[in-house]
């Protein structure tokens, strides 16, 4: 089992421990790594950062204080950098487009009847339970594995393992979106090793939100196979992604914006379709 919750560290700045218990994720933190202070001005560590794919994951066990608890239960953590403003919550700006309702996609019933035929078609690809987990992307794609879990539970009787995934810090763009990403907490309670894992998010767009999960989960185990399960696919992708279940295929335009709503987040449940202009 491996469990990564980033916190604040509240230790000294510059503080580095090395961490090598058996059966947990493993990077040497022995040497502190200074990252430059303002985005775009160069420098060795940047450009690391951005090119190299094991250097970025140095860099984030570098950067953050990550519990992380093996299968017996032992906890040892990576703890760096007190004062990285990368806890701090991001400000995206805003285009300064109007936004304005253009149709309503699915009702509540619709989500219910579309998530129903999507657990059908999870057990029937899988050939029935064994062996089956379920990973929701934050955030509503977390309350769709939950609700997806509830449903195969009432179809088959049986319990399908369930977890949390966070993929801000394996995002393309990361260097892009400023310096203080929102990182929330990813938390798989099983062993991925040769699982059937089922990746499930509300929208499915250009794919790199897809492919930022494939590196999450291939990082923490080598699952025997891993699907895509989104509830409305709207197009435009920009890597070889595809979708394996399906709720709601939706042509849509780049100045669309799909919007899903789920009860346990929203307060209802709906997808709606939003012109964005100006």
Known sequence: ?????????????????????????????????????????????????NQNSQARRVLRARFFRLPVYSGDGAASQFLL??????????????????????????????????????????????????????????????????????????????????????ITLYRDDLSEIGLQPKVRETRIPFDLNGKSLVVVDDVLYTGRTARAALDALIDLGRPARIYLAVLVD???RELPIRADFVGKNLPTSKSEMVKVKMAEVDGEDGVELWEVSG
């Open 234 to 236: 709207r197009g435009h």
């Open 81 to 166: 950098r007190e004062n990285s403003p990368l806890f701090s919550g991001v400000v995206v700006p805003n285009a300064g487009g109007i936004m304005k309702l253009k149709s309503k996609i699915l009702s509540a019933d619709e989500i219910r009847r579309a998530l129903s035929r999507i657990a059908h078609e999870i057990v029937e690809k899988n050939k029935g339970t064994e062996g089956l987990a379920l990973v929701g992307i934050h955030t509503r794609g977390i309350t769709l594995s939950e609700r997806l879990a509830a449903l195969i539970h009432q179809f088959e009787g049986a319990e399908v393992s369930k977890g949390i995934l966070d």
């Open 1 to 49: 089992m491996v469990w990564i919750n980033p916190q604040l560290p509240g230790q000294p700045d510059g503080f580095s421990k090395q961490l090598d218990a058996p059966g947990t994720l493993g990077v040497s933190l022995s040497e502190p790594l200074n990252r430059p202070r303002e985005a775009g001005k160069g420098g060795t560590n940047e450009a690391s950062y």
